[in-house]
C-alpha cells in the first residue's frame, strides 16, 4: 500500500488512476500552494474573521469586508485555475472539482467561496432568462482580478432545516424585477457581487411548496448597496471565508426559474454544494492524514520510528483505505452531477439516484473527515493539541464539515425519503451491482426494504444505523472501479 501517495494531493489523485490534464495545470497550482498558499492560509486562520467596515469616514454605509492583504491573491488562484468556469467552457465539471480538491487539501475554508460561486453560476446559466445570463453570468466566469463572487443564502434565524416554517424574507414583485424584505442568518461569503435567495413571493402559502429562489445583485441599479451586512460570525475554522447576517431592505431580486418550483431551484444550488462538502471532506482527510504522516516518519519512540511500529502502521493502512473508498463514493456525486446537471423538474430516476448517492456521500465523508482529524492529533500525541502546529486546525475545520448545507440528520432523513418515496435505493443496487459482492448485496438490499415496511416513527428513529452501513457499503464497493481500472 503506497502511504507516499498521502503527501500531496496531485499524487494521490493519479494514485487512483485519475488523469491531471496538463491544461488544467494542477501541478502548477499545487506548487504554489506549496511555496506561498500555505503560509497564507495559515497567517489567515491565525488572525481570525475579516474585519467589517460598515460605514466609510463620511458616515456613508459601505459595508466592506477587509482582509490582509494576501488574502485576495491566494482567493485568486482557484478562480484563474478554473473553480468555476471550468464547467463551462473548460474541460467541464469534475475538472472544476478538481480545483476544489486541491484547493481544500491546503484550506477547506477556502474551497467554498468557490463552491457557491459555481452554485451561483449553474442556477444562473440553467434557470435564468437570456438578458440575466448576459448580464451577470460572464462576470462569475472570468479568469482575472476582476472575476465576480457567488453566495447561496437559505438559512434565517429559524434555521436551515425546515425552509418552510422558517424562510420569512417577502418577494414583492415590481415589474420586471422584485422587491425582497428580511434577513439571513448564515449568510456564506458575505459581500458577493451574486447571491441566491431564497424568499417567499407575497401570499405564497407557508411551506416549501411557497418558497422561490431569486438571484440578488451586491449593488442596484442605480449604484446603490442591495443588502447590508449586520455583522460577521466568529467561526472556530473555515475562517478564509466570511460569514455574515444580512439584511435585505425591498433588495432588488430576479426571479430564476418558476415560481411554484421555487423549493427545487433551492435543492439544486443545496446539492451542488454537498458534492463538494464531500469532496472537501475527503481533501481534509487526506490533510490530516499527511501531517500524521510526516510526523510519523521522523518521531521517534521506543528506539524507531513510531510509523515502523504494527499498530500504527496498521491504523495508517486501514485510514488509507477508507480515504480511498471515501474519495471513490465522493467522486461517483461528481460525475452523476455532471450527468443530470440539465435536468429540470420532474426529475428522471437517475437524478434521484443521484440525490441518494450525494445525500450518503454528505453524511458519510464529513464523519469520516472529522474522525481522521481526530485521530492525526492523537498521532501525535500533546502536541496536536498545540495552537502553534496546524494539527489542531484541520479537527477545527472538520467539525464544520457536518453541519454546512445540511447536519446529518438532514442527510438520513432526505435520503430516507428519496428511498421511500422514489424507490432511489432500487437504482442504487443496480448502479452497485457490478462492483458488488452478491451475498453482501442482496442483505443489504432486503435490510434496506424491511427497513421500508416498517412505521414512519420507527424508519425514522432506526435510521441512522442503516444510512451509516449503507454509505460505507456503497464507498467499499465503488472504490473497486478505481482500483480495478489503476
Known amino acids: 500500500m503506497d502511504l507516499d501517495a498521502l503527501r500531496t494531493p496531485t499524487r494521490f489523485l493519479q494514485s487512483l488512476g485519475l488523469s491531471l490534464p496538463p491544461e488544467l495545470e494542477l501541478q502548477e497550482l499545487e506548487s504554489w500552494w506549496e511555496a506561498e498558499g500555505n503560509a497564507i492560509s495559515m497567517m489567515i486562520d491565525r488572525l481570525g474573521t475579516p474585519w467589517l467596515r460598515a460605514f466609510d469616514r463620511f458616515g456613508r454605509r459601505v459595508d466592506e469586508i477587509l482582509y490582509p492583504p494576501d488574502?485576495?491573491?491566494?482567493?485568486?488562484?482557484?478562480?484563474?485555475?478554473?473553480?468555476?468556469?471550468?464547467?463551462?467552457?473548460?474541460?467541464?465539471?469534475?475538472?472544476?472539482?478538481?480545483?476544489?480538491?486541491?484547493?481544500?487539501?491546503?484550506?477547506?475554508?477556502?474551497?467554498?467561496?468557490?463552491?457557491?460561486?459555481?452554485?451561483?453560476?449553474?442556477?444562473?446559466?440553467?434557470?435564468?432568462?437570456?438578458?440575466?445570463?448576459?448580464?451577470?453570468?460572464?462576470?462569475?466566469?472570468?479568469?482575472?482580478?476582476?472575476?465576480?463572487?457567488?453566495?447561496?443564502?437559505?438559512?434565517?434565524?429559524?434555521?436551515?432545516?425546515?425552509?418552510?416554517?422558517?424562510?420569512?424574507?417577502?418577494?414583492?414583485?415590481?415589474?420586471?424585477?422584485?422587491?425582497?424584505?428580511?434577513?439571513?442568518?448564515?449568510?456564506?461569503?458575505?459581500?458577493?457581487?451574486?447571491?441566491?435567495?431564497?424568499?417567499?413571493p407575497e401570499g405564497a402559502p407557508r411551506t416549501v411548496r411557497g418558497l422561490a429562489l431569486f438571484l440578488l445583485p451586491r449593488y442596484r441599479e442605480d449604484g446603490g448597496l442591495n443588502y447590508t451586512i449586520r455583522r460577521l460570525k466568529d467561526k472556530i475554522g473555515t475562517r478564509a471565508v466570511p460569514t455574515g447576517e444580512v439584511e435585505l431592505r425591498h433588495s432588488e431580486a430576479y426571479l430564476l426559474g418558476r415560481p411554484e418550483d421555487g423549493i427545487y431551484l433551492i435543492l439544486e444550488a443545496l446539492n451542488v454544494s454537498r458534492v463538494s462538502n464531500s469532496i472537501g471532506s475527503v481533501a481534509l482527510m487526506q490533510r490530516a492524514m499527511a501531517e500524521a504522516f510526516a510526523f510519523a516518519e521522523r518521531r521517534i519512540a521506543f528506539g524507531r520510528p513510531i510509523l515502523q511500529h504494527p499498530l500504527l502502521r496498521r491504523q495508517f493502512?486501514?485510514?488509507?483505505?477508507?480515504?480511498?473508498?471515501?474519495?471513490?463514493?465522493?467522486?461517483?456525486?461528481?460525475?452523476?452531477?455532471?450527468?443530470?446537471?440539465?435536468?429540470?423538474?420532474?426529475?428522471?430516476?437517475?437524478?434521484?439516484?443521484?440525490?441518494?448517492?450525494?445525500?450518503?456521500?454528505?453524511?458519510?465523508?464529513?464523519?469520516?473527515?472529522?474522525?481522521?482529524?481526530?485521530?492525526?492529533?492523537?498521532?501525535?500525541?500533546?502536541i496536536g493539541v498545540l495552537g502553534e502546529y496546524p494539527v489542531e486546525r484541520w479537527l477545527r475545520e472538520a467539525m464544520i464539515l457536518p453541519i454546512w448545507e445540511g447536519?446529518?440528520?438532514?442527510?438520513?432523513?432526505?435520503?430516507?425519503?428519496?428511498?421511500?418515496?422514489?424507490?432511489?435505493?432500487?437504482?442504487?443496487?443496480?448502479?452497485?451491482?457490478?462492483?458488488?459482492?452478491?451475498?453482501?448485496?442482496?442483505?443489504?438490499?432486503?435490510?434496506?426494504?424491511?427497513?421500508?415496511?416498517?412505521?414512519?416513527?420507527?424508519?425514522?428513529?432506526?435510521?441512522?444505523?442503516?444510512?451509516?452501513?449503507?454509505?460505507?457499503?456503497?464507498?467499499?464497493?465503488l472504490i473497486r472501479r478505481y482500483l480495478r481500472a489503476d
Open 71 to 200: 488574502y485576495r491573491r491566494m482567493l485568486l488562484q482557484g478562480y484563474r485555475a478554473g473553480a468555476v468556469w471550468h464547467a463551462f467552457e473548460g474541460a467541464g465539471l469534475p475538472t472544476a472539482f478538481l480545483v476544489g480538491y486541491l484547493t481544500a487539501f491546503y484550506d477547506a475554508g477556502l474551497y467554498c467561496p468557490y463552491t457557491v460561486s459555481l452554485a451561483t453560476a449553474l442556477a444562473l446559466h440553467k434557470y435564468g432568462d437570456a438578458e440575466l445570463q448576459a448580464r451577470f453570468l460572464p462576470p462569475l466566469l472570468r479568469r482575472d482580478g476582476e472575476v465576480w463572487q457567488g453566495a447561496t443564502w437559505m438559512t434565517e434565524a429559524g434555521g436551515g432545516s425546515d425552509l418552510g416554517a422558517t424562510v420569512e424574507t417577502v418577494a414583492r414583485p415590481e415589474g420586471s424585477r422584485w422587491r425582497l424584505t428580511g434577513e439571513k442568518y448564515f449568510a456564506s461569503n458575505v459581500g458577493a457581487e451574486l447571491a441566491l435567495v431564497a424568499a417567499r
Open 317 to 382: 493502512e486501514e485510514r488509507l483505505q477508507t480515504l480511498q473508498a471515501a474519495f471513490a463514493l465522493a467522486w461517483t456525486t461528481v460525475h452523476m452531477l455532471d450527468a443530470v446537471r440539465k435536468e429540470q423538474p420532474p426529475y428522471s430516476p437517475r437524478y434521484h439516484l443521484f440525490r441518494l448517492l450525494t445525500h450518503l456521500a454528505k453524511y458519510w465523508t464529513a464523519e469520516q473527515a472529522v474522525q481522521t482529524a481526530k485521530w492525526a492529533m492523537e498521532v501525535h500525541g500533546g
Open 407 to 477: 447536519t446529518p440528520h438532514r442527510q438520513i432523513l432526505d435520503g430516507l425519503e428519496a428511498m421511500a418515496r422514489k424507490g432511489a435505493h432500487h437504482l442504487l443496487m443496480e448502479f452497485l451491482f457490478p462492483e458488488a459482492d452478491p451475498r453482501v448485496l442482496e442483505e443489504m438490499r432486503e435490510r434496506v426494504e424491511a427497513h421500508l415496511r416498517r412505521t414512519p416513527e420507527e424508519q425514522e428513529a432506526e435510521a441512522e444505523p442503516l444510512f451509516r452501513d449503507l454509505a460505507r457499503f456503497a464507498a467499499e464497493t
